[in-house]
């Protein structure tokens, strides 16, 4: 291509979906270039053991997996960049990207920016991620077997992720900020049938206590937010889940979007806009799995490359 930013295949995201996406049009010789964002690798980089992905039976680090996944597309000649992209335009193709102070040219763009959960913010959350606190029940619930945990949240993921942790867990105590909870009412009675999920109402969590050794949360600190007392909460891991948002502030009014935020796909990986693919958590509120992320990223890909061969004169 004559201008050195002009490509046939920009891919923003280096999580599973935007790797994926690269391994396999960096195969279909698209040479894509990735811009890798504020979290190369994707969420997976903040936790430890990944158990269920395939070809590991050992299970592998997140961290480890994600690098070996960059590895396989640059092994192919992806080209990847460590810069945000901070601006699109969608108007027409080429797609115009910003990054940096650079602009890029693309005939073909996939969007694989993800979603980030939603977390409590406080210091021993960050410290103890993947050590005891978790924001995925069905990555992390086999480690709780047996154990007496807790789940943060009120809304219907908080709850389903209470009923799918009482496979594992001995006791499962749902803490939520007020005294009802915004889940849909199938899903309260469900859960408050459950004989071993408890609650505790009007409560904050303040801290999470515990070294991380060996998974080893044990407790919680919390505020009840109605009369200021604090008490400390005996537990061996804890769930956050408070919810996710999908990260697309990039293309509101550019995309389309459903009510959430999320990408709406149709055929596989089509946005409204012919030419824009989207793979991964961006457009899944649904599985947010490594490997649904990873499978996405494929058919992304390969959605591209048919698009581009019709659209060749
Ligand atoms: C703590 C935790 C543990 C988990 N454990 C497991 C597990 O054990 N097994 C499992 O299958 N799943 C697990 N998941 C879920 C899994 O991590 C996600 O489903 C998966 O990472 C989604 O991949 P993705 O490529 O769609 O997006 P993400 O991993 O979210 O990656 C998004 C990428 O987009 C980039 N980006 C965002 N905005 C921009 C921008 N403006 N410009 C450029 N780049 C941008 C980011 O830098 C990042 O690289 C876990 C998630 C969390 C949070």
Not at 39 to 58: A, C, K
Not at 195 to 219: M, Y
Request: hydrophobic share 40%; charged share 25%.
């Amino acid at each position: 291509m004559a201008n050195k930013n002009q490509h046939k295949v920009i891919i923003i995201g280096s999580g599973c979906a935007g790797y994926t996406a690269a391994i396999y049009a960096a195969r279909a010789n698209l040479s894509p270039l990735v811009f890798e964002g504020v979290q190369p690798g994707g969420q997976l980089t903040i936790t430890t053991e990944v158990e269920n992905y395939p070809g590991f039976p050992e299970g592998i680090l997140g961290p480890e997996l994600m690098e070996r996944v960059k590895k396989q597309a640059e092994r192919f000649n992806a080209k990847i960049i460590s810069e945000n992209v901070t601006e699109v335009d969608l108007s027409k193709r080429p797609f115009r990207v910003k990054a940096g102070n650079e602009d890029y040219w693309a005939e073909a763009l996939i969007v694989s920016t993800g979603a980030s959960a939603r977390l409590l913010n406080i210091e021993s959350e960050k410290r103890l991620m993947g050590h005891g606190v978790s924001a995925c029940a069905t990555c992390d619930g086999f480690f709780f077997k047996g154990k007496e945990i807790a789940v943060v949240g009120g809304g219907d993921t908080a709850l389903e992720e209470s009923m799918f942790l009482t496979k594992f867990a001995s006791k499962v105590t749902v803490i939520h900020r007020r005294d009802q909870l915004r889940a849909s009412k199938i899903m309260q009675e469900k859960t408050k049938k459950n004989p071993k999920i408890a609650f505790i109402w009007d409560s904050a969590v303040e801290e999470i206590l515990g070294d991380g050794k060996n998974h080893s949360v044990r407790g919680l600190r919390l505020k009840n937010l109605k009369t200021g007392t604090t008490s400390e909460f005996a537990c061996q891991g804890l769930f956050v889940a408070i919810g996710h948002k999908p990260n697309t502030e990039l293309f509101q009014g550019k995309l389309e979007l459903n009510p959430a935020g999320y990408i709406v796909t149709k055929d596989g990986s089509k946005t409204n806009v012919p030419g824009v693919f989207a793979a991964g958590d961006v457009q899944d509120h649904v599985y947010r799995q490594a490997i649904t992320a990873a499978g996405s990223g494929c058919i992304a890909a390969i959605d591209a490359e048919r698009f581009l061969e019709a659209a060749t004169p």
